[in-house]
């Protein structure tokens, strides 16, 4: 009888990888099974043969009609599942995957049933045990998972704070070997026993005795998840040695081997897995990224140090810790920082140090960043931060040929990426875009599409010392699993331009007030979605006619007159968009002085921001009329005692601004804001709307900042201790230097100290003596 030879491996383990590879050349499986959904296996076979695969890449399973049920099978270089599909590609061995089909596993209840250990059958009792912390995690709506999320195969460890230690041990097995040696990290004792130990095939007969153990020892509860993969991958076992294979190979995570014997639990697994209901499933290959495979990315099965495991296995054990010193003293003089050779020896050598002293027989990446903080860093570890992300973590994006099945939304997009030139990128870059260029300006369309589309590939930035429409900045950084939200947005169109057509005009039936539409509109003309505008607009007439609160006015105004203003840039009509505004505008201007009264506080500071807003953005309209009526309607808030007295101050300074208000008037209003019969709350909250944003006023206008002393001054010890935390808020804005400069007018009684002792010292008749070559000089 065919006995299989069992491979447990670590998943992303380079010592694994190098092993497994030793192994299979030695025993020339004629098949191999393999630990992955067997729905997926057609996908695997499509990309074995494929040379201009480059890795990191994942296999994505995805149910079509939900696609919040999917999941991520990362294959890295360094990965045992990589060196399976190579081998049986260079020998031309038979691959079968052998886990639970996604289309089974996706249609399995939320809630996973925990079963105790003491209702399994006796003969069970070492071979069914696994712990299970996140067995349901690829159901997660777009949780990084695979089938390598087992709990101790991943060493799966989790934060402890409440936890207790058979808690722990349950969700990290691994953890409890750790202990027993001597270590308090079950991913570093795995590491320093096992992945550094590259090429050695006894080390599975090794690894098999000690899982073996350790189920038996622990005795740990299981989910109907696990139950069910490991019955399926048993059944999977025996239907290929019934099929004749003399030499099969079974290559899974390391704590399910010891169950996976063919005699074990026939009638049970029969039973287990009859009846089970199934979910359509699609599988495609997407680019990986370093970070997403790292174990802080929160992906299960992952590993604490991806670029370092990659130079551990594609490097030799005896020059993998100089060759990981001399790139970070190389990443280092990059940036202008000191870090020469002799830098990087003295690193190898304290490396090699610290691993002596702890009885290892080669540093790990722990000595080597220890290592590297003492001397590249000087001691401090914010200096090799660029360090972690290159050469810890590793900033590595895969490609996937173009020619594999894709959906039209998927290859659209990739059209779309060449033509603009942007190429995904898991390093994060800023973009500068200047929409005067035909290039800039597509690349500009194409990010607000998937923005508009739930992909947000680039964030955009307020642009730093540069004004005007013509400029945007933009943060780009692609993720993986932004491959499953063009999955979703497929069902809107075949390209990106319909696929953000559908989806706005989704939106705007959806949108419940004036401001969305308003929002949405502007977004949609960033992104260039002319047949979706007609539709817009059409909403947004509906809604203002019968929007009759002037507060949805206000928010809905600013994003239509952004529409106007970025037309031109654009190159898009916006003279429905026009139409909208021009009717707008006289009902906000009706409107608003009504509702700036009977306003609490609170109430009031929350339409601030709106009516600021609203009043740039009429300014930017240069319609001379359309202004006229907005300043009558401010002055109307200012001078109505029953406007609340932030919005009355507000009104009073934003028309002071536009030089509608004479300082003579400014003043008048000034002082009537402060007259004795005035509340107090109402005078304070007068002056932090007045005031708000900038104490250049004061500064600038003697009258004014007299007035406002005269009124502190006059006010009585108990009055003024009660509104000193309200007039703080007035002046919280103010930058330092116009506070300093405050307080020097309020010491010297409303002159500055210098022009107070120039004007004492002043000379008049030597000051006209330089007036005539003054006048020669200037050209008068």
């Known amino acids: 009888m065919t006995i299989p030879r069992l491979f447990g491996i670590r998943h992303h383990g380079p010592g694994s990888a190098a092993s497994l590879r030793q192994a299979l050349d030695e025993f020339r499986p004629d098949i191999v099974l393999l630990e992955c959904p067997a729905d997926g296996e057609a996908a695997v076979q499509t990309i074995i043969q494929r040379p201009d695969l480059r890795m990191p890449v994942a296999l994505l399973l995805y149910n079509p009609k939900q696609y919040q049920q ?4 990362p294959f890295a270089a360094f990965s045992p599942e990589t060196q399976v599909l190579r081998y049986c590609h260079e020998h031309g061995a038979h691959l079968r995957c052998m886990d639970l089909p996604a289309a089974l596993r996706f249609a399995l209840p939320d809630a996973v049933e925990q079963v105790p250990a003491e209702a399994l059958p006796p003969n069970a009792t070492s071979a069914e045990r696994e712990p299970t912390g996140t067995e349901n995690q690829q159901q997660a709506p777009l949780a990084a998972a695979g089938p390598e999320d087992e709990s101790a195969a991943s060493m799966e460890q989790e934060p402890a704070t409440e936890a207790t230690e058979a808690t722990i041990v349950r969700r990290d097995p691994i953890s409890y070997l750790a202990e027993l040696d001597g270590y308090s990290d079950g991913e570093r004792w795995w590491e320093l026993r096992f992945e550094h130990s590259a090429g050695h095939a006894d080390t599975f007969a090794v690894v098999l005795n000690m899982m073996t153990a350790l189920r038996e020892e622990l005795a740990l509860p299981e989910s109907r998840e696990t139950l069910l993969r490991e019955a399926f991958m048993r059944e999977t076992l025996r239907n290929t040695l019934k099929q004749g294979y003399q030499r099969v190979a079974v290559v899974c995570g390391a704590w399910h081997a010891p169950v996976l014997h063919p005699d074990l639990l026939k009638k049970e697994d029969k039973a287990l897995l009859k009846g089970l209901k199934k979910v359509p499933i699609e599988a495609t290959w997407i680019p990986w990224t370093y970070e997403r495979l790292s174990y802080s990315s929160g992906y299960g099965a992952g590993v604490l140090s991806p670029a370092w495991y990659e130079l551990l296995f594609t490097e030799p054990h005896t020059e993998v810790v100089t060759h990981w010193m001399v790139r970070a003293a190389r990443l280092l003089r990059g940036q202008d920082l000191d870090a020469s050779s002799a830098h990087a020896i003295e690193g190898v050598r304290l490396a090699e140090t610290l691993a002596a002293v702890r009885g290892r027989e080669l540093p790990g990446i722990e000595e080597l ?14 200096a090799l931060s660029l360090v972690h992300r290159e050469l810890v973590i ?4 895969g490609e996937v040929p173009a020619e594999l099945p894709a959906t039209p939304l998927q290859q659209d997009l990739t059209q779309q990426q060449r033509l603009t030139r942007l190429k995904p990128e898991a390093a994060a870059r800023t973009l500068d875009l200047d ?28 642009a730093q010392g540069k004004a005007g429409t013509f400029h945007e900045l933009w943060d780009l950084q692609w993720q993986p699993d932004y491959a499953l939200h063009v999955l979703d947005a497929g069902r809107w169109g ?38 979706a505008i007609s539709t817009l607009v059409a909403r947004l007439e509906t809604l203002s006619a019968g929007t009759r609160d002037v507060t949805h006015l206000l928010a809905a105004l600013p994003p239509l007159v952004n529409v106007l203003r970025y037309g031109n840039v654009r190159r898009t009509e916006t003279a429905q968009v026009a139409q909208v505004v021009h009717h707008l505008v006289p009902r906000l201007c009706i409107g608003l002085p009504q509702a700036c009264t009977g306003l609490d506080y609170d109430a009031a500071r929350q339409l601030l921001p709106r009516i600021e807003g609203t009043h740039q953005a009429i300014r930017l309209l240069q319609n001379t009329a359309q202004e006229a009526d907005w300043y009558a309607a401010l002055a109307v808030v200012l001078r109505n005692p029953a406007s609340s007295g932030l919005l009355a101050g507000a009104a009073g300074r934003l028309l002071f601004d536009a030089q509608q208000l004479s300082s003579e008037d400014a003043g008048t209003a000034l002082g009537l804001a402060l007259a004795p019969a005035q509340p107090t709350a109402y005078a304070t ?9 900038s104490g250049q006023l004061l500064l600038h206008h003697r009258p004014l900042f007299a007035l406002l002393d005269q009124w502190l001054g006059e006010l009585n010890e108990d009055t003024f201790r009660e509104i000193v935390p309200l007039l703080r808020r007035a002046f919280t804005d103010f930058s330092t230097p116009e506070r300093r400069q405050l307080l020097e007018l309020a010491v010297q009684g409303g002159q500055p100290a210098a022009v107070l002792a120039v004007a004492e010292d002043f000379d008049l008749e030597r000051g006209q003596r330089v007036l005539p070559m003054l006048r020669e000089l200037l050209g008068f």
């Open 70 to 73: 999917a999941s991520f099978l």
């Open 369 to 382: 960043q220890e290592a590297a903080v003492a001397i590249l860093g000087g001691g401090y570890e914010e």
């Open 394 to 397: 590793g900033v590595c994006m």
């Open 435 to 462: 929409l005067r260029k035909e290039l800039d300006l597509s690349r500009s369309h194409l990010l607000h599409r998937l923005r508009l589309l739930d992909v947000p590939w680039g964030q955009p930035r307020r």
């Open 494 to 531: 075949n390209t990106i331009l319909d696929a953000a057509v559908g989806r706005a005009r989704q939106r705007a039936t959806e949108a419940p007030d004036l401001e969305t539409v308003s929002k949405l509109l502007e977004e949609a003309l960033q992104a260039d979605l002319g047949p």
């Open 685 to 693: 909250a007068w002056i932090e709307g007045f005031l708000s944003g």
